[in-house]
């Protein structure tokens, strides 16, 4: 499901209620450092072409537009949610685009939070860590604790470390949010020991406040996937739960 605007909805999220879409990537495209399995949004090589990027002045624009429709018709906003066609940490102007962003919240719907859904791969880079800790909800992926599994759901490009990202996460203490897929392909499964086990033993280190764990919800690329049960999770990650971590459950 491709976004053909800057801003979006608000639609409803399964996550975060009422929800006002920033696509900060190509609007009739896709581009991603990761190309996931499950990615709604298609392949990398069908993301059609257009590489055109908005910057921070054609955000600011879009955003002060569509916040000022929303209070005229009244109509709630719960969060403006960065996520869009891709990864939106890869837009080269996200730090200023991040400060016009809460400004503008700040202005016409103070109550609303500023949700980043990101695959962490660029948490390490200073300007971008910074940026995600003034948002209220930095949403940072990891969906398998070794390299070999993410080359198999995420197929990252370039040079990608596990050990690399969760380094990275730990410089939030904590106040963050973990965003994880459950699911099953012909060559992976995340009930299996070798991924459950080093999943957990990631979130008992990094202790994010919370931890999102979620299944396929839409039409994924790969075929052969299958999504697991909101019971099946609770009890995957019920040893989590019963030590106290914050696990909130999507099917």
């Known amino acids: 499901m491709m976004r053909e605007e800057i801003v979006f909805g608000p639609i409803h999220s399964r996550r975060l209620g009422s929800s006002l879409g920033i696509n900060l990537l190509p609007e009739k495209g896709k581009l991603c450092n990761f190309d996931c399995?499950?990615?709604e949004c298609g392949?990398?090589?069908d993301g059609r072409g257009d590489k055109a990027i908005p910057d921070a002045k054609k955000l600011r624009k879009a955003l002060e537009a569509k916040l000022k429709d929303c209070v005229k018709n009244s109509v709630g906003i719960d969060s403006i949610t960065f996520s869009g066609?891709?990864?939106p940490t890869l837009n080269p102007d996200f730090p200023e685009i991040i400060s016009i962003t809460i400004e503008l919240r700040d202005r016409y719907f103070p109550s609303a939070k500023v949700s980043v859904l990101?695959?962490?791969t660029r948490v390490g880079k200073p300007e971008v860590f910074e940026a995600l800790k003034k948002v209220d909800n930095p949403i940072l992926k990891l969906d398998a604790p070794t390299d070999e599994l993410v080359r198999k759901i995420n197929q990252p490009h370039g040079d990608y470390h596990v050990a690399d990202v969760v380094e990275s996460l730990r410089k939030f203490d904590g106040d963050f949010v973990l965003q994880t897929m459950f699911?099953?392909?012909p060559d992976f499964d995340s009930s299996s020991s070798e991924v459950l086990d080093g999943w957990?033993?990631?979130v008992r280190d990094l202790k994010p406040r919370e931890v999102m764990v979620y299944t396929l919800d839409r039409e994924a690329p790969a075929e052969g996937l299958e999504k697991f049960t909101v019971e099946e999770?609770?009890?995957l990650t019920r040893p989590l739960i019963e030590e106290g971590v914050n696990i909130q459950i999507r099917g």
Do not use: H, Q, T
Request: contains cysteine; proline residues 0%.
């Open 85 to 87: 066609d891709g990864e």
């Open 118 to 120: 990101s695959n962490a």
């Open 200 to 202: 957990m033993a990631i």
């Open 37 to 39: 399995i499950y990615c």
């Open 43 to 45: 392949w990398n090589k």
């Open 183 to 185: 699911l099953r392909s």
């Open 233 to 235: 999770m609770e009890s």
